[in-house]
C-alpha cells in the first residue's frame, strides 16, 4: 500500500482499527508514514499518547466527548474530525479549546453517514460554517465506500471506485470557486487494494490490508495467502460419527461475521498448526457459540488431529477477531497486546 | 429461576457466562445460591478469586490448561470438570494434585459437544475410567439442550425439554445397576424458564436468564419487559432522508447476533432514554459495523430525537453484548467491571 500511495503520489493514512496496536503502527512509520485514522476519540488518545502526532477520527463528531477532544487537540499537532449533516458545528467551535482540521463527511452510497451528494445546499451550508469558525480549518471532503464490502468480484469493485471518484471529485468541483482548496480522502481496503485510478484524489484511509481476511477474500481484493492473522486454538473435543471437532475459540474470540462459501455459513478457514499449505474449503468453522466453535473437515483431515492438537483459523474479519482477541503474538511467540487491552472505562 | 428450583427440589447452578460479574454473583448467594457455572477455567478463577468455592466449568477439559486446573483445586472446595468422548482421562488423573468431580457430557441434540447417547460402550467406559481413577469422582450425566435455541415457541421448547429428560433419564437407568447414584445436570434458558417438568433431574444451569433478551423473547422463553440490561448509545447521526439515525454501539459492543423479525434482519429494538415504554419493533438497529449502528425508525421516532440525545438498546444476545462491553452501570450510574475487564494474557 506504501508503494502503491507513492506511485499515485497518494496522502496513505491507514485505518488502524483493524490493528489497533502501537507495535504495528511502528511498521507503517518504518515505511514512512506518520498520519493515521482511527474510529474513536478513545483510539486516538491511544495513538497520541504512543507519539502519532496526525491522527483522523473517521466517525461522526460526538459532542458528549467534548473533553476528550479538547485533550486529543493538546496531545496533537494536526487533528482531523468529521461534520455530518446533523453535527452542531457552531456549537462544537464555541466548546474547543484550540483548532482542529473539519473534513465533510459525504455518502457515496454506503447510506451510514454523511451528507447525501445531492444535498447542495446543506454541504454549502456547512463548508460556509466551517470557515467561519476561527478555529476550524476545512480540510475537504472525506467518504468510505463501505458498499465496496458488498461486491463479489473485483470487477465490481472497480465499478464502485470509479462511481465513488467520479462523485467526489463532482462534488468538489461544485464547490470549487468558493472552496478551491478541498482535498479528497477515499479509503476502503477493496477499491485501495485494486485499483489504480487515483487521479484528483488526496489521501486514502484503508485499514483491513494490514491482515486481509476471509471476507476480503471472498470479494476478490486479496489473495489467501496475504491473510496475515490467524486465531490458534485447541482441538477440545471429536466427533467421529460427524467428522466435527470442538475448538475453544468461538463468538466471544471471533465474534460472529460469517461468509458464504460453497453455498454453507462459514466463520473461518482452518489448517493445522505449522502446515505450510494453505487451508482446505473442506475443513471450515461451521458454528460459533459462546465459547465453542465447531469445525467440520475432511475425513483425512479429522484423522490427522487429535485432542490437545492445535488449529490454526484465518478468521472471516479480522478486525473483528483482533478486537476480541486485544492483542498478537508474533512468529517468535512474543505478545504485543493493543488498544482493546486497555480498561476503557 | 430460585423459586422453580425451591419448587421442584433442583440444585441451581446458574450458569455465570451471562453476567460474568461478582456483583451480580452476590445477588444469587443473597437468595441461597452458593454454586455457579462458568465457560473457562480463567473465568472460574476470577469467581474462585471472588470468594465462590463450588464451580462447574462447563467446557470440555483442555489438557493444556492444566496448570490452571491445578491452581484452581487449592482455590475452590468442589471443582466439577467435564469429560467429552475424546477427553483423556487416565493423563489428567495423572497429571492433578488434587481431587475434582467428573460429569460425563451429553449430546441431547445439539450436536456440539458430548458423548452420542448411543455410544453405550463409550460412556460405560468413561464411566469406569472415572470410577477407577482415586482423584476423580463420578458425578453424574450433564447436557445442555442448546438446540432449544432453534424452537420458535413455548410449546417446541417444551418438547425439547421432554426429550432431553427422557433421553437423560434412560441414559441413567441403564448404567443403573453399576453407577447408582448418577445425577442429571440440565440446563439453558428456555427450558428452565418455561417447562414444570422436572422429576428425576437434580440440578439446573441457566444462564441466560439473568439478563434475557430479544432472542429469547424471540423464542418464546420471556416477556420484553424482563429483559434487564440494554445499551445506552448516543445519536450521532440523523438521517432525514431515510429516517435513519447513526449511533455509537456497533459490532465491537454488541458482537453481531441478529435475529428475524418481521422479515427483516434486526440487531436490537430501541426505545429513548428514560421512556417507560416497551421499544416498537418499528425502531431497530438494521445493520452495524464496526463502530457505526444505524437504526431505522417511525417517523415519529425521528423527530422526537436529536443528535447528542441516548436510546436504549435491547440486545439480540444479551451475553455477547455484556462481554464485549466488560461492565455495567446500574441505575443509579454505579459501574461495576466484570471479568471481561481483567487482562486475559
Request: charged share 25%.
Given at each position: 500500500m506504501v508503494e502503491k500511495a507513492k506511485k499515485h503520489q497518494l496522502s496513505l493514512r491507514p485505518h488502524l482499527k483493524t490493528a489497533q496496536s502501537l507495535a504495528i503502527a511502528e511498521w507503517f512509520r518504518a515505511e514512512g508514514v506518520n498520519k493515521i485514522t482511527v474510529s474513536s476519540l478513545q483510539m486516538a488518545e491511544y495513538f497520541a499518547d504512543g507519539g502519532w502526532k496526525d491522527i483522523t477520527v473517521a466517525f461522526p463528531i460526538n459532542i458528549h466527548e467534548i473533553e476528550r477532544i479538547n485533550r486529543l487537540i493538546k496531545k496533537t499537532e494536526q487533528l482531523q474530525l468529521l461534520a455530518d449533516e446533523g453535527t452542531a458545528i457552531e456549537k462544537l467551535s464555541r466548546a474547543l479549546n484550540g483548532s482542529i482540521?473539519?473534513?465533510?463527511?459525504?455518502?457515496c452510497g454506503t447510506a451510514r453517514t454523511g451528507f447525501d451528494?445531492?444535498?447542495?445546499?446543506?454541504?454549502s451550508d456547512m463548508l460556509h460554517k466551517v470557515k467561519k469558525s476561527s478555529n476550524l480549518n476545512l480540510m475537504g471532503f472525506l467518504t468510505h465506500a463501505g458498499h465496496s464490502y458488498r461486491c463479489r468480484s473485483a470487477a465490481e469493485i472497480l465499478e464502485v471506485h470509479a462511481a465513488t471518484?467520479?462523485?467526489?471529485?463532482?462534488?468538489?468541483?461544485?464547490?470549487?470557486s468558493d472552496f478551491p482548496n478541498l482535498n479528497i480522502s477515499l479509503g476502503d481496503t477493496p477499491t485501495c487494494s485494486l485499483s489504480d485510478e487515483?487521479?484528483?484524489?488526496?489521501?486514502?484511509?484503508?485499514?483491513?490490508?494490514?491482515?486481509?481476511?476471509?471476507?476480503?477474500?471472498?470479494?476478490?481484493?486479496?489473495?489467501l495467502n496475504e491473510i496475515a492473522v490467524t486465531m490458534l486454538c485447541p482441538i477440545v473435543s471429536k466427533h467421529q460419527k460427524r467428522n466435527e471437532l470442538v475448538i475453544y475459540g468461538a463468538a466471544v474470540h471471533f465474534s460472529k461475521d460469517s461468509i458464504q462459501l460453497n453455498g454453507v455459513q462459514n466463520f473461518g478457514l482452518v489448517r493445522k498448526y505449522k502446515d505450510k499449505n494453505l487451508p482446505q474449503s473442506a475443513n471450515?468453522?461451521?458454528?460459533?457459540?459462546?465459547?465453542?466453535?465447531?469445525?467440520?473437515?475432511?475425513?483425512a483431515f479429522f484423522k490427522s488431529v487429535e485432542v490437545g492438537d492445535f488449529i490454526e483459523v484465518f478468521p472471516v474479519h479480522s478486525c473483528l477477531t483482533a478486537n476480541a482477541m486485544r492483542g498478537y503474538y508474533d512468529k517468535e511467540g512474543k505478545f504485543y497486546d493493543h488498544f482493546g487491552s486497555m480498561n476503557l472505562h
Amino acid at each position: 500500500m506504501v508503494e502503491k500511495a507513492k506511485k499515485h503520489q497518494l496522502s496513505l493514512r491507514p485505518h488502524l482499527k483493524t490493528a489497533q496496536s502501537l507495535a504495528i503502527a511502528e511498521w507503517f512509520r518504518a515505511e514512512g508514514v506518520n498520519k493515521i485514522t482511527v474510529s474513536s476519540l478513545q483510539m486516538a488518545e491511544y495513538f497520541a499518547d504512543g507519539g502519532w502526532k496526525d491522527i483522523t477520527v473517521a466517525f461522526p463528531i460526538n459532542i458528549h466527548e467534548i473533553e476528550r477532544i479538547n485533550r486529543l487537540i493538546k496531545k496533537t499537532e494536526q487533528l482531523q474530525l468529521l461534520a455530518d449533516e446533523g453535527t452542531a458545528i457552531e456549537k462544537l467551535s464555541r466548546a474547543l479549546n484550540g483548532s482542529i482540521n473539519i473534513y465533510l463527511k459525504i455518502d457515496c452510497g454506503t447510506a451510514r453517514t454523511g451528507f447525501d451528494p445531492e444535498d447542495k445546499s446543506g454541504i454549502s451550508d456547512m463548508l460556509h460554517k466551517v470557515k467561519k469558525s476561527s478555529n476550524l480549518n476545512l480540510m475537504g471532503f472525506l467518504t468510505h465506500a463501505g458498499h465496496s464490502y458488498r461486491c463479489r468480484s473485483a470487477a465490481e469493485i472497480l465499478e464502485v471506485h470509479a462511481a465513488t471518484k467520479k462523485l467526489m471529485l463532482d462534488l468538489k468541483e461544485d464547490f470549487a470557486s468558493d472552496f478551491p482548496n478541498l482535498n479528497i480522502s477515499l479509503g476502503d481496503t477493496p477499491t485501495c487494494s485494486l485499483s489504480d485510478e487515483w487521479s484528483g484524489v488526496y489521501e486514502i484511509r484503508p485499514g483491513n490490508f494490514t491482515f486481509y481476511d476471509l471476507m476480503q477474500h471472498n470479494i476478490g481484493s486479496c489473495t489467501l495467502n496475504e491473510i496475515a492473522v490467524t486465531m490458534l486454538c485447541p482441538i477440545v473435543s471429536k466427533h467421529q460419527k460427524r467428522n466435527e471437532l470442538v475448538i475453544y475459540g468461538a463468538a466471544v474470540h471471533f465474534s460472529k461475521d460469517s461468509i458464504q462459501l460453497n453455498g454453507v455459513q462459514n466463520f473461518g478457514l482452518v489448517r493445522k498448526y505449522k502446515d505450510k499449505n494453505l487451508p482446505q474449503s473442506a475443513n471450515f468453522v461451521k458454528a460459533l457459540s459462546q465459547e465453542h466453535g465447531i469445525i467440520s473437515c475432511s475425513d483425512a483431515f479429522f484423522k490427522s488431529v487429535e485432542v490437545g492438537d492445535f488449529i490454526e483459523v484465518f478468521p472471516v474479519h479480522s478486525c473483528l477477531t483482533a478486537n476480541a482477541m486485544r492483542g498478537y503474538y508474533d512468529k517468535e511467540g512474543k505478545f504485543y497486546d493493543h488498544f482493546g487491552s486497555m480498561n476503557l472505562h
